[in-house]
């Protein structure tokens, strides 16, 4: 390494925030190049699981600051001595980087660059803005199982880390979970809401609706209807008299019954009903020995007939046994991954529907992975970004921050090997988008029902949820109408936004939202939109240049920096909406870092191809 560029390693202060996964590979790496001045921020302490990955953990420091053990551990690594040069020596700073009174733009303007090494959109939303305001180059990683990227974002040159919107919540349309499923989840989002059908309060599932018409589904009468009396401790002749019914009408009366309206004409794959009662005859009534009791049984898949003795066995359960939890059809019976009767029946359930779709059927294990949409992280590929990172930060550190539009590069790393066979793909970093409201002070549409939103409700859902503002403060044309912590203005917060003082939020108006703890300051326009169902209530959208219409908002529609996404109280019907607007499951990936921009060929990034386009959804 050449002399000057040891010397600004040796002379810069470096900000990283996260001591997770990515964190502890970057402090390894930061030790190790010579890097003395050095902070870290986390929030978090040391978890049994972490222990596999955050290799700079050991078991005894279970319940320790995430920071404080990283640094000493760096501390350890780095070939300098804190004796010679003790101030800023790896400091560990406890506590959320949201925390404006400890982490504002102030203590960011100490540092001259900025490393992400977080699990969350909202923080890297918190740390781009105040890196943008402090005017210091943000190194910024994520990673998904085998798939990571690492960029770098300097305020003015290069996109901000919300110039492009981010993924949503990835939901399914009813329609594929109810008749076309092709994807185990499909299988495995079923079969929890199965569960719920079953031992729940729930026969207004989605489940027990016909899709063609406004009847109910005759298919699901069996499972609710059939339900036995707890208080009657139903024998154990009856309850397997109950199951199999359940898994007739499930796995072979309701697909019979498809078959014959000729659901499937045209279909790749037609399902094949079970014969659940050869399925069933070797289970004896009062045998209660669950398949995932075996030896190796959560990590094997089961035949269709020990899916069948495990759901015998869970009903028995969940009717008999105390039950867990006991309030068996009650609302609080509702699916979780970490209920092990839940999970084993959804493995279960789902892999007797799958076979029947002839989708591949899966563990106990997988399953479990698949419901709670844990995509494990893989410490090669956090290992990967890390040390990409930290050469973005020597190209910096050499070079200036001037020139990261020219020396840096967004790099994706790949599961497949791109065609010329390399796992990482660098590409050039792209200018800020002209719509984005964070770099650019762009102005956001927002369409709402004025009449019915409140201002607590727009500033929680709306301005803190989905904009990741922190403190806003509110002002209708130079009048201030709302700020955190201030008693004078809190009884605006129940009133309908149309009704808040100085003339009101209706369709024109102009808002002005600023954070002084984030620097920034927003112009939202207001568009009075009227939701006439009455479970479309509480939604709104959030658009570049004009709103986006709806039902055609898969990709957000308004374009630009302001989202363009189409948000709703529970975030549903957003993906598919043009398909089916009926949507039911929602699958956290908003901890996932984005995933890569739409690429034109050849010319946006400059690539080859889409990295991404082998991977599965
Ligand atoms: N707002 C925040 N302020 C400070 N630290 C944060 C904030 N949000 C997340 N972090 C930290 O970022 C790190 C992210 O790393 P990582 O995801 O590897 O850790 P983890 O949450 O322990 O792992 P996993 O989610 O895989 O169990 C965590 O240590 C977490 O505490
Ligand atoms: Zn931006």
């Excluded at 920071?67 to 001595?81: F, G, L, Q, W």
């Excluded at 398949?291 to 759901?311: H, L």
């Excluded at 793909?425 to 650019?440: A, F, I, M």
């Excluded at 984030?518 to 568009?527: L, P």
């Amino acid at each position: 390494m050449e002399a000057s560029l040891v010397e600004k390693i040796e002379a810069s202060n470096i900000l990283v925030v996260g001591a997770g996964g990515i964190g502890c590979e970057l402090l390894k790496n930061l030790a190790g190049s010579g890097f003395k001045h050095v902070e870290v921020i986390d929030l978090d302490t040391i978890d049994v699981s972490n222990l596999n990955r955050q290799f700079l953990f050991r078991t005894h420091h279970v319940g320790k600051p995430k920071c404080t053990v990283a640094c000493e551990a760096a501390r350890d690594m780095s070939p300098h001595s804190p004796h010679n040069d003790p101030v800023g020596f790896y400091v560990a700073h406890h506590g959320n980087v949201k925390d404006n009174d400890r982490f504002g733009v102030n203590f960011f303007k100490r540092f001259d660059v900025v490393l992400n090494a977080l699990d969350n959109v909202d923080a890297r939303r918190h740390v781009n803005r105040l890196c943008l305001s402090a005017e210091i180059p943000l190194i910024e990683a994520g990673t998904t199982g085998y798939l990571g990227q690492t960029t770098v974002i300097m305020g003015k040159q290069t996109e901000c880390y919300e110039c492009q919107p981010k993924p949503t919540q990835k939901v399914y349309p009813i329609c594929t979970i109810r008749s076309t499923p092709s994807m185990p989840v499909h299988c495995i989002v079923w079969a929890k809401e199965l569960y719920k059908l079953m031992f729940g309060s729930a026969p207004d599932s989605m489940l027990f609706e016909d899709e063609e018409g406004d009847e109910k589904s005759t298919f699901m009468s069996p499972v609710v209807d059939g339900r036995l009396k707890v208080e009657e401790k139903p024998s154990a002749e009856k309850l397997l008299k109950y199951t199999k019914s359940v898994l007739t009408a499930l796995f072979t009366t309701e697909i019979n019954k498809q078959l014959g309206m000729d659901r499937y004409k045209g279909a790749k794959k037609t399902p094949v009903a079970h014969d659940v009662e050869a399925m069933t005859k070797s289970i004896k009534a009062g045998d209660l020995k669950p398949p995932s009791e075996t030896e190796g049984g959560e990590k094997r898949v089961w035949t269709n007939e020990e899916c069948c003795q495990e759901i015998y066995c869970i009903v028995s359960e969940m009717y008999t046994v105390a039950t867990s939890p006991p309030d068996i059809f009650s609302s609080s019976i509702a699916f979780d991954k970490d209920n092990h009767v839940a999970m084993r029946f959804v493995a279960a359930a789902s892999n007797l529907r799958a076979s029947v779709f002839k989708i591949e059927t899966n563990s106990y294990y997988t399953a479990k992975g698949i419901a709670g949409n844990i995509i494990p992280a893989i410490a090669t590929t956090n290992a990967i970004v890390a040390g990409q990172e930290v050469l973005e930060l020597m190209k910096i550190l050499k070079h200036g921050k001037d020139k990261v539009m020219e020396v840096c590069k967004f790099t994706y790393c790949l599961r497949a090997k791109t065609r010329k066979g390399f796992f990482l793909q660098p590409t050039s970093l792209q200018p800020p988008n002209e719509k984005c409201y964070v770099c650019k002070n762009a102005r956001v549409v927002v369409s709402i029902d004025t009449k019915t939103f409140t201002l607590e409700g727009f500033i929680d859902q709306v301005l803190k949820k989905k904009m990741s503002f922190n403190s806003p403060i509110l002002q209708i044309g130079c009048d201030q109408i709302y700020e955190d912590g201030e008693p004078e203005y809190e009884q605006n917060l129940a009133k309908t936004l149309e009704n808040l003082p100085c003339g009101g939020i209706k369709d024109g108006t102009t808002l002005v939202v600023e954070d002084f703890e984030q620097d920034m300051e927003v112009n939202i326009n207001f568009v009075q939109m009227e939701f006439e169902e009455e479970d479309e209530r509480g939604q709104f959208l959030i658009g570049g240049d004009k709103p986006v219409a709806k039902k055609t908002t898969k990709d957000g529609g308004g374009g630009g920096g302001a989202g363009g996404d189409k948000m709703g109280e529970e975030e549903k019907k957003e993906e598919e909406a043009e398909e089916d607007d009926d949507d039911i499951e929602v699958l956290d990936a908003n901890e996932l870092p984005p995933p890569p921009p739409a690429v034109t060929k050849g010319k946006k990034r400059g690539r080859e191809e889409d990295p991404l386009s082998s991977e599965k959804p």
